[in-house]
Each structure stands twice: as C-alpha cells, then as structure tokens.
C-alpha cells in the first residue's frame, strides 16, 4: 500500500528555519497533491502548503512569504523549507497526498505526523 514517511521537525528558535521532507512509497498510479497540514495544540487541523504533481503551489496566508515547498517526481518526494519561524508555527505537521491508486481509485493519504517547535 502507499506510505508516506515523513521527516525533519524538532526545536528551532524564532526566526529559525526548518526544512520537512514526505515520502511517497508503495503502488500508485497518479499523485495528484502532495503537502502539509498541521495542528496546534487546541486548535483544528489545517492546510499549510500543497503543491501538484504539475508544480502549482498554494500556501495558508498565515505561512505566505516564509514556507516554499518544492518536489522531487522521481523520488516522489516533497519537501517543506520553513523559515522566519514563529512561536504561532509550534504543531504537529502531517504530510498529505491524494492520488490514484489506480485509474477508478484515488485516495487521501497521511503522514505519521512530526512535531516542529518553535520557541527560546
């Protein structure tokens, strides 16, 4: 089945930066998006960057300007470059993929998730 694995994440002081990886592997057949949620404690998961298979990016306005994702189609890989971080960037970051398994089937998939802190 498909895996995604995730890793990075870890302290960092404001202003710090941070770079998470996500992994794809198992059988697919299309990746149509690759990215990352995340949640603080308290408050509802939510969307922080996405990018296409094609390289279309969207980001949450509260991360414009300081996350840029970018990807490796060969590896199926993408990768999370996080920087000016804020104490308001402390959440478990779940990577996230959908994609088809096979022409009829396409899925949401998740990451184990990986815990990034910002704080002094």
């Known amino acids: 089945q498909v895996q995604l694995v995730e890793s990075g994440g870890g302290l960092v002081q404001p202003g710090g930066s941070q770079r998470l990886s996500c992994s794809a592997s198992?059988?697919?057949?299309?990746?149509?998006?690759m990215g990352w949620y995340r949640q603080a404690p308290g408050k509802q998961r939510e969307l922080v960057a996405i990018?296409?298979?094609?390289?279309?990016?969207n980001y949450a306005d509260s991360v414009k300007g300081r996350f840029t994702i970018s990807r490796d189609n060969a590896k199926i890989t993408a990768y999370l470059q996080m920087n000016s971080l804020k104490p308001e960037d402390t959440a478990v970051y779940y990577c996230?993929?959908?994609?088809?398994?096979?022409?009829?089937?396409?899925?949401?998939?998740w990451g184990q998730g990986t815990q990034v802190t910002v704080s002094s």
């Open positions: 990018i296409t298979s094609g390289g279309s990016t």
């Open positions: 198992g059988s697919l057949f299309r990746l149509l998006y």
């Open positions: 996230y993929a959908n994609l088809y398994t096979n022409v009829n089937r396409r899925s949401d998939y």
